[in-house]
C-alpha cells in the first residue's frame, strides 16, 4: 500500500517513535510505501511532502518534535477542503492515511473517514486527556519536566520564605498538574476540574508558615478557573478549532496569594518546556507500540478508528468515541491530592 502520515495539533515527544515504527513494520512487513505530509493539514491541502524511508527514519524514535512539523489547520474550516484532500490523496495515489492527533485533528480524520477517505489516528496529547486510552505519548515527559522543575523550585523558595507558584500545561483536565504536583511534592495542586477555593489554598500555605517549613510550592494547570474571574487567557487569539490561547493563571493566582496571605510570591510558567526535548524512555516505548498497532490497523482495513492503551494492551476503538468528550481526573485523583494536603 502507498501511506501517508501527518501529524497535527501541538507537537508532542513521542511522534517521531511513531513514524519511526509504522514505517519500519510498514516496509519490513508489509512491503509499503510511504510520504509524509508536512504542517499537518495545511500539508495536505498544499499537497507538500517528503518520502519516508527506513534510511531518513533511521534512530528519529530518540528525538523530541515531529519530523513532519504540525499546524492546528482545521479542513473542515477551509471552503472545499474535504474535496481538495480527495483530489491530493487520488493525485499523490494514497491509499491510506494515518493521522497523528489529539482530538481536534482527529475530528478531521473522522470526517474524512465518513466521506470515504481510508484514515485511521493515533492519539496525541501531552495532556493525556483523550477519551478510551489509558496513556498517551508525551505525557509522561512532560510530568517529568515539570516534576524536575517543581523539585528544584522548593530551595529557591525556601531559601526566600516565598510561596511560588508554578503553572502547567493542562487545558481541559489536570493530569500533568496532578501528577507533577503529587510526585513534586507540591503544598498545593490545582486542577480544572474541581473550583479554586482561594481561602482554602491559602489556609493551606499558613499551615506550612504556623509549622516550621517558612516557604510554599503551588502547582496549577492552566485550564483552572479563578473564582469571578473563569480562565486566564493569555491573548485575544482563537485557534482555527475556537480554542482560546491559554496562560497567566499562575500570575493572577499569586497576585491573589500574595494579597491575601502577605507571602511574597513568585510565578514559573513552564509552558511549552514541557512539549520539548527527547521523549522518556516510556514515551519511546509507547509511541513506537502505538505504530506498531496503526499500521496493522491499515492493513486491516479499520477506517475512522483510533489506536488506544487499554490496561496493558494496544488496542482501536472508534474515533467518535474518542473525541466525545476529554477523559478528566475523578475523585480517585482528587482522594490522592486532598489525602496529601496539611489538614486546616
Ligand atoms: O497540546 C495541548 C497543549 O499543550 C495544551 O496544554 C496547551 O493549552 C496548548 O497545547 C498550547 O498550544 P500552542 O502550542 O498552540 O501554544
Given at each position: 500500500?502507498?501511506?501517508?502520515?501527518?501529524?497535527?495539533?501541538?507537537?508532542?515527544?513521542g511522534?517521531?517513535?511513531?513514524?519511526?515504527?509504522?514505517?519500519?513494520?510498514?516496509?519490513?512487513?508489509?512491503?509499503?510505501?510511504?510520504i509524509?505530509?508536512?504542517?499537518?493539514?495545511?500539508?495536505?491541502?498544499?499537497?507538500?511532502?517528503?518520502?519516508?524511508?527506513?534510511?531518513?527514519?533511521?534512530?528519529?524514535?530518540?528525538?523530541?518534535?515531529?519530523?513532519?512539523h504540525?499546524?492546528?489547520?482545521?479542513?473542515?474550516?477551509?471552503?472545499?477542503?474535504?474535496?481538495?484532500?480527495?483530489?491530493?490523496?487520488?493525485?499523490?495515489?494514497?491509499?491510506?492515511l494515518?493521522?497523528?492527533?489529539?482530538?481536534d485533528?482527529?475530528?478531521?480524520?473522522?470526517?474524512?473517514?465518513?466521506?470515504?477517505?481510508?484514515?485511521?489516528?493515533?492519539?496525541?496529547?501531552?495532556?493525556?486527556?483523550?477519551?478510551?486510552?489509558?496513556?498517551?505519548?508525551?505525557?509522561?515527559?512532560?510530568?517529568?519536566?515539570?516534576?524536575?522543575a517543581?523539585?528544584?523550585?522548593?530551595?529557591?523558595?525556601?531559601?526566600?520564605?516565598?510561596?511560588?507558584?508554578?503553572?502547567?500545561?493542562?487545558?481541559d483536565?489536570?493530569?500533568i498538574?496532578?501528577?507533577?504536583?503529587?510526585?513534586?511534592?507540591?503544598?498545593?495542586?490545582?486542577?480544572?476540574?474541581?473550583?479554586?477555593?482561594?481561602?482554602?489554598?491559602?489556609?493551606?500555605?499558613?499551615?506550612?508558615?504556623?509549622?516550621?517549613?517558612?516557604?510554599?510550592i503551588?502547582?496549577v494547570?492552566?485550564?483552572?478557573?479563578?473564582?469571578?474571574?473563569?480562565?486566564?487567557?493569555?491573548?485575544?487569539?482563537?485557534?482555527?478549532?475556537?480554542?482560546?490561547?491559554?496562560?497567566?493563571?499562575?500570575d493572577?493566582?499569586?497576585?491573589?496569594?500574595?494579597?491575601?496571605?502577605?507571602?511574597?510570591?513568585?510565578?514559573?510558567n513552564?509552558?511549552?518546556?514541557?512539549?520539548?526535548?527527547?521523549?522518556?524512555?516510556y514515551?519511546?516505548?509507547?509511541?513506537?507500540?502505538?505504530?506498531?498497532?496503526?499500521?496493522?490497523?491499515?492493513?486491516?482495513?479499520?477506517w475512522?478508528?483510533?489506536?488506544?492503551?487499554?490496561?496493558?494492551?494496544?488496542?482501536?476503538?472508534?474515533?467518535?468515541?474518542?473525541?466525545?468528550?476529554?477523559?478528566?481526573?475523578?475523585?480517585?485523583?482528587?482522594?490522592?491530592?486532598?489525602?496529601?494536603?496539611?489538614?486546616?
Amino acid at each position: 500500500m502507498r501511506i501517508a502520515l501527518l501529524t497535527g495539533g501541538g507537537d508532542c515527544p513521542g511522534l517521531n517513535a511513531v513514524i519511526y515504527a509504522v514505517v519500519k513494520k510498514g516496509i519490513n512487513f508489509y512491503g509499503d510505501e510511504f510520504i509524509g505530509f508536512l504542517n499537518g493539514w495545511r500539508g495536505v491541502l498544499d499537497n507538500y511532502y517528503m518520502p519516508l524511508t527506513l534510511e531518513n527514519t533511521d534512530g528519529i524514535q530518540l528525538k523530541g518534535g515531529t519530523i513532519l512539523h504540525s499546524s492546528r489547520t482545521n479542513v473542515k474550516k477551509i471552503p472545499g477542503g474535504l474535496e481538495k484532500v480527495q483530489e491530493v490523496l487520488k493525485e499523490d495515489k494514497i491509499d491510506a492515511l494515518i493521522v497523528l492527533g489529539g482530538d481536534d485533528t482527529q475530528s478531521v480524520t473522522l470526517y474524512l473517514a465518513e466521506h470515504g477517505i481510508n484514515a485511521i489516528g493515533v492519539p496525541k496529547t501531552i495532556d493525556n486527556d483523550i477519551n478510551g486510552t489509558d496513556a498517551t505519548f508525551g505525557y509522561d515527559t512532560a510530568v517529568s519536566i515539570a516534576t524536575e522543575a517543581v523539585d528544584r523550585l522548593h530551595t529557591t523558595a525556601d531559601s526566600h520564605n516565598r510561596v511560588i507558584v508554578v503553572e502547567v500545561m493542562g487545558r481541559d483536565a489536570g493530569w500533568i498538574a496532578y501528577a507533577a504536583g503529587v510526585a513534586g511534592g507540591a503544598h498545593v495542586t490545582l486542577v480544572p476540574e474541581q473550583p479554586i477555593d482561594i481561602d482554602h489554598v491559602c489556609a493551606l500555605l499558613k499551615y506550612n508558615y504556623d509549622h516550621g517549613k517558612h516557604y510554599g510550592i503551588v502547582v496549577v494547570a492552566e485550564g483552572c478557573e479563578l473564582p469571578e474571574v473563569g480562565q486566564v487567557l493569555g491573548s485575544g487569539q482563537v485557534d482555527s478549532f475556537g480554542h482560546a490561547r491559554l496562560s497567566g493563571i499562575g500570575d493572577a493566582l499569586a497576585d491573589l496569594i500574595e494579597k491575601k496571605t502577605g507571602f511574597e510570591t513568585r510565578t514559573v510558567n513552564l509552558g511549552h518546556t514541557q512539549r520539548g526535548g527527547v521523549p522518556t524512555a516510556y514515551d519511546r516505548l509507547l509511541g513506537q507500540r502505538y505504530g506498531l498497532h496503526a499500521i496493522d490497523m491499515v492493513h486491516q482495513r479499520k477506517w475512522g478508528r483510533i489506536a488506544v492503551l487499554h490496561g496493558t494492551d494496544i488496542t482501536d476503538i472508534p474515533i467518535k468515541e474518542a473525541i466525545a468528550s476529554n477523559r478528566r481526573l475523578d475523585q480517585r485523583f482528587f482522594d490522592v491530592i486532598s489525602g496529601l494536603e496539611a489538614k486546616v
